[in-house]
């Protein structure tokens, strides 16, 4: 039992673990949320995309897509939040999708080289935004041979 009590007492020494520390380098969302909150583009974004993918899907043209990512984009003009950009870059996903559909690999590339030049631009990045990262690269092989390939590794 002491023994217990020791290893935890040197863990709870170690750098990092005192309540100051983890308040100083954690990221509120608190803001985040009230920013969605009151933008209405913001709200059901995910619903918005994949509404936007679908019916550009059908329709066989992508104005649609490029509609929403120039709204998007006046937005991250006025409010500069990670959160518009992760949501431009899942759109930008969806839009190389759209393009590998249509057998456009020229427009498909670009569009998902986008979505990675903007996470990859990215300060402060979370999980959230590591894997849509980590999803983005790992499309965006089939765009690329050989020694491209290694340039995310």
């Known amino acids: 039992m002491i023994r217990l009590f020791i290893i935890s007492m040197m863990f709870w ?53 490029t509609g929403l990512d120039a709204d998007l984009e006046k937005l991250y003009e006025t409010r500069k939040s990670n959160l518009v950009i992760y949501w431009r870059s899942y759109l930008k996903f969806y839009e190389s999708i759209f393009y590998v559909s249509r057998k456009d690999q020229k427009m498909a590339e670009k569009a998902c080289s986008d979505g990675i030049d903007f996470l990859e631009n990215l300060k402060n990045k979370n999980a959230e935004d590591y894997a849509l990262l980590a999803m983005l690269q790992g499309f965006s092989f089939q765009f690329h041979s050989g020694m491209k390939c290694s340039v995310y590794y």
């Not at 309540?19 to 100083?24: I, Q, R």
């Not at 009151?38 to 918005?48: A, E, H, R, T, V």
């Open 13 to 65: 020494s170690c750098a990092g673990n005192s309540p100051e520390e983890v308040k100083e380098n954690s990221v509120s969302y608190n803001n985040y949320e009230y920013n969605v909150l009151s933008d209405s583009l913001l709200n059901g974004i995910q619903s918005k995309i994949l509404t936007a993918f679908g019916q550009s899907m059908m329709l066989q043209e992508a104005k649609l897509i």
